[in-house]
């Protein structure tokens, strides 16, 4: 009984996080269609239905905030040229040096979403916009320190082309008629330590694995009309098995309703959430540490982001 | 509204003498309206009623918010950041309503008058050029569309106050002062709460799309920081536009800049007044230069036709009770007089020269233009006017041409002609932010005023670096040199290090990634072991190594190392610093993160002079440290702990009682998460 009032609370909270982003996805979808309406009557702009929904680890420590779902943090943004999407999750590790490792992830998806509308911004270098946002945090007065994978996709309009730019074990997938048609590689040092950019505390440099923005894996690829592209934090890829998420994502291919893709994308974040939960369960995560050697069952419980987003044309 | 009301409505506003207008009651109003709708075109402004046969919209009102910014003399952020730069001023506001310190605002370098007392002060030239309220910075904007303005709000969100002036540029390519804030403005006290500033514009009819603020931080606590810039106005058709703009590029030479500085509105009512008196000089076509032939050749006679009243001679009147009948100003001696003119702003003075030949001769005396500031004629400085000063400043010593030049109204032949007249006994030359300037410009610098002990050139950056500095290597008395926010080659500067011995001040902030600061920093305690200022604000590359080398350079006594050795420790560079610079005054520390507590502690026991020091957003600072500083620096004034993450929020109210306590500005803004 508990644990299932818990459960309602925590979808009641989802949605409502879901909510408003289904509000300003819907709105979004709504106007780029008018402005697509009004300009050419012929072929749409090619552009992203999207939708986020997630879930924090600890629900206590983390009150709901807009952009971030405990340490994980994502963002969305269009310009005229490029649909833009992101994620980055936070190195849980520097809690214990007395640093919220939220406020790295954050800060880094806050300010791509700021430099996607300047003058500078190329949309067929996602590895720029992260480089910016990178350099942007040591022009900040307040020090943000930690350390932070992260995950950038962008829809160039004209080319139709998605170019994506992954660091660490976030990632993406992107499903075209029941298939996975591309998927990114985690990149990791060694088990359970991904590549991440960093921002030690002065003094510590040395000693803190901190890799730079262009060893971030770029991909550039076509995409076609009713392609479902999902990025998500190493939350949902070491819980949710592939062919479950295959199930769940072919059913959305060339869905263009707001709504409905926002139900999907809760209930990928939901099974996610039950898996990483589930003590007994084989989950990708247990797999693979079994392979390393290290006897593990179960999920794995962490932060967990989905942005689920179809290409429209 | 009748035609007859317009008319005198129109006219009263620019003529400044009242008492003629109602005089010229007899004049023909309807064909003297349509001749200054064609010599004034600035107003058309709104949908005329004397030209029924346009039919003109209205226009709508519109509110719009920046679109790019076009020019800036200062910021705090470096060039391709978005935090604290200039580019925040674009767009909607991000942060408004919220008060407080946030990186998406525009943010400029300086605050206060801090920098005034600092070792590296400079002395304005010919300071009785400028206005009361100087102005210390400025930001040039654009907007989308065309509007008569009614409004422009200015949108600050943190320690508000700043703003004095508002300018706005028309069709007619002329800058007009839509507001300027009177000094009781600046005595009330502003609320420490961000505010959408909005004063009440001059009425005018102009049509624009860029503004232009001006800013004077002497009386701000702290940064000021600006988050959007709205202009309101009615929209003109594009119609009307087009016209005008057609009009501009038909019209002859425009309008000299002696009879432009000094008559300024006034040009109107010359034409007014003798349009009604008897002796009508023909000038429909070409009033400009027959206007300027005029007033140099046959003023005098006209004025004694007309018997007007000579201004100098009421002047001499109260003199004359004093002094033996027939006795007059130009009865003192030559040079007496001249130590008079010498106290004239430029302005003053050329109105001066217009009123007799005697003054004429003796306002155009050399001596009086061995010191020149254009700054603040900024907007009317032109290639004529640089001209004409060459005539005259044959004994150029100081010349300051910032911020002049920003619409092509000065070529860059002209400016070398200018220089290779009268510069060549050049000692101070401050050419900031002048839009004017090329490769070939700073040869001519470099070539011709080899006697230069200043040179100032802020704000020259441009992409790709334009400016070629090689010839500025002949230069080898300086001992002031300013390159702030300016792109250079390393080379280059280190050959002009090396050639400088002298040299005293070096400012190289914002100076960009492609310099390798260590190396100056070597050539530095080489060559130049004189230095007494050093400004390397935002230098990134560099390192202990570099600071290690600074503190070679004994005579230092303002050191200014904002956010340089990021990431770096120190390292033994702060002690030997302190140790070997007993004379340092100023120290600006600004986000070094790698200061440690052993730093502190040096600083309170070595630093027994300092005046002003800045350890924002150091993290490893407490209380403790804080009052030691406090105790051992006896001749501290400014002490800036924003941001320092390590103070705890309770500790703040000790720190307001230790600034009283011991007479420091303790500065401690962060920014306030309402969330």
């Known amino acids: 009984m508990h644990s299932l009032h818990w459960t309602s609370r925590m979808i009641s909270r989802a949605l409502r996080s879901s909510f408003s982003t289904l509000l300003e996805s819907a709105t979004g979808a709504a106007a780029s269609k008018g402005g697509e309406g009004a300009l050419k009557s012929a072929s749409p702009r090619p552009h992203f239905v999207s939708v986020v929904c997630g879930f924090a680890k600890d629900n206590l420590r983390h009150k709901y905030k807009p952009g971030k779902y405990g340490e994980d943090s994502w963002f969305k943004a269009s310009t005229e040229q490029a649909d833009v999407m992101g994620v980055a999750d936070g190195v849980g590790g520097w809690r214990s040096y007395g640093i919220d490792p939220g406020e790295f992830s954050s800060f880094l998806m806050r300010t791509c979403e700021r430099l996607v509308q300047c003058s500078h911004f190329n949309p067929q270098r996602p590895v720029n916009l992260l480089a910016y946002s990178y350099c942007e945090l040591m022009e900040q007065k307040k020090p943000i320190l930690g350390s932070s994978t992260a995950c950038v996709l962008i829809l160039n309009r004209e080319t139709k082309t998605v170019h994506t730019a992954n660091i660490g074990d976030s990632g993406f997938m992107v499903v075209r008629q029941g298939e996975v048609v591309h998927k990114s590689e985690e990149q990791q040092h060694y088990f359970n ?11 510590h440099g040395p000693n803190v694995l901190s890799d730079s923005p262009e060893s971030a894996d770029t991909m550039s690829f076509p995409v076609e009309d009713g392609d479902v592209i999902l990025i998500a934090t190493d939350g949902v890829f070491d819980n949710v098995p592939e062919d479950l998420m295959l199930d769940v994502l072919r059913d959305v291919e060339g869905e263009r309703d707001p709504v409905k893709l926002q139900m999907t994308a809760n209930s990928l974040a939901l099974m996610a959430r039950t898996l990483s939960l589930n003590s007994e369960f084989l989950s990708p995560f247990a797999l693979s540490a079994r392979r390393n050697n290290i006897q593990a069952r179960g999920g794995k419980p962490d932060d967990i982001t989905v942005v689920l987003a179809t290409v429209a044309m | 509204m009748s035609l007859l009301a317009l008319a005198q409505a129109s006219a009263s506003t620019s003529t400044s003498s009242s008492s003629d207008t109602e005089l010229d009651a007899q004049i023909d109003f309807s064909t003297m309206l349509m001749q200054r709708q064609r010599e004034l075109s600035g107003w058309f402004g709104c949908g005329s009623k004397m030209q029924p046969d346009q039919v003109e919209d209205q226009g709508y009102y519109l509110e719009q918010f920046v679109l790019g910014v076009l020019d800036f003399s200062s910021q705090y952020g470096i060039e391709y950041s978005i935090s604290y730069t200039a580019a925040n001023v674009i767009g909607r506001p991000s942060k408004f309503p919220n008060y407080g310190d946030y990186p998406e605002t525009f943010t400029m370098r300086t605050y206060g008058d801090w920098w005034q007392l600092a070792p590296s002060a400079t002395r304005e030239i010919q300071p009785q050029n400028l206005p009361k309220l100087a102005t210390h910075d400025y930001i040039v904007v654009y907007f989308e569309d065309y509007v008569v303005p009614t409004e422009v709000a200015i949108f600050e969100t943190f320690n508000p106050g700043a703003v004095i002036r508002i300018w706005a540029y028309g069709l007619t390519k002329h800058w007009t002062c839509l507001w300027e804030a009177l000094d009781t403005d600046l005595t009330a006290p502003t609320p420490r709460n961000s505010r959408r500033f909005a004063p009440t514009l001059k009425k005018t009819t102009m049509i624009t799309k860029t503004i232009r603020i001006d800013f004077n931080h002497s009386r701000l606590n702290y940064y000021t920081e600006i988050d959007a810039i709205m202009l309101c106005g009615r929209t003109v058709s594009g119609r009307l536009i087009q016209s005008i703009l057609g009009e501009q590029a038909r019209a002859t030479k425009s309008l000299s800049p002696l009879s432009k500085m000094a008559s300024g509105q006034m040009a109107g009512s010359i034409t007014c007044k003798l349009q009604s008196l008897e002796f009508k000089p023909n000038f429909r076509e070409k009033s400009d230069t027959s206007l300027h032939e005029f007033i140099s050749n046959d003023l005098g006679k006209f004025m004694m036709d007309n018997r007007l009243e000579d201004p100098l001679a009421s002047v001499s009147a109260p003199a004359a009770e004093a002094v033996p009948p027939g006795m007059c100003v130009t009865d003192l001696p030559f040079e007496i007089i001249l130590k008079i003119l010498s106290y004239l702003d430029l302005k003053s003075l050329f109105r001066v020269g217009r009123v007799s030949r005697t003054f004429y001769d003796i306002s155009t005396h050399p001596l009086l233009y061995a010191e020149l500031n254009l700054k603040p004629y900024w907007l009317v400085a032109s290639s004529e006017l640089l001209c004409t000063l060459a005539r005259r400043a044959t004994m150029l010593r100081k010349l300051d041409l910032s911020w002049c030049g920003g619409s092509n109204e000065i070529s860059p032949t002209e400016f070398k002609k200018f220089l290779t007249q009268r510069g060549d006994n050049l000692t101070h030359l401050r050419l900031n932010s002048c839009k004017f300037l090329n490769a070939s410009c700073i040869e001519n610098v470099g070539i011709v005023c ?39 080659d390393t080379e280059l500067l280190l050959s002009m290090l090396e050639g400088n011995r002298k040299l005293k001040h070096l400012n190289l902030a914002f100076c960009g990634v492609s310099v390798n600061m260590d190396d100056v920093a070597d050539h530095l305690a080489t060559y130049n072991t004189q230095l007494v200022s050093l400004d390397l604000w935002k230098a990134h590359f560099l390192s202990a190594r570099g600071l290690l080398a600074i503190s070679r350079c004994s005579q230092l006594e303002e050191l200014d190392l904002g956010w340089c050795l990021r990431e770096a420790s120190l390292g033994d560079g702060l002690f030997q610093l302190l140790s070997n610079c007993p004379k340092l005054r100023k120290l600006f520390l600004s986000a070094v993160r790698g200061t440690t507590e052993r730093d502190l502690i040096h600083i309170a026991t070595l630093g027994k002079n300092l005046e002003q020091l800045d350890l924002m957003g150091i993290l490893n600072i407490t209380h403790e440290r804080i009052y030691d500083i406090l105790v051992h620096c006896p001749k501290l004034q400014l002490l800036d702990l924003s941001f320092c993450e390590n103070i705890m929020e309770r500790e703040f109210d000790v720190l307001a009682e230790w600034s009283r306590q011991f007479k420091v500005d303790i500065k401690s803004s962060r920014i306030f998460d309402t969330r």
């Open chain 1, 193 to 203: 330590t991904p590549f991440q950019l960093s921002l030690p505390p002065p003094g």
């Open chain 2, 450 to 488: 080899d006697n230069l002990i200043e040179l100032s050139l802020r704000n020259c950056a441009t992409d790709p670096p334009l400016l070629n500095f090689s010839c500025l290597a002949n230069l080898k008395n300086l001992e002031r040199l300013d390159l702030f926010q300016t792109a250079f």
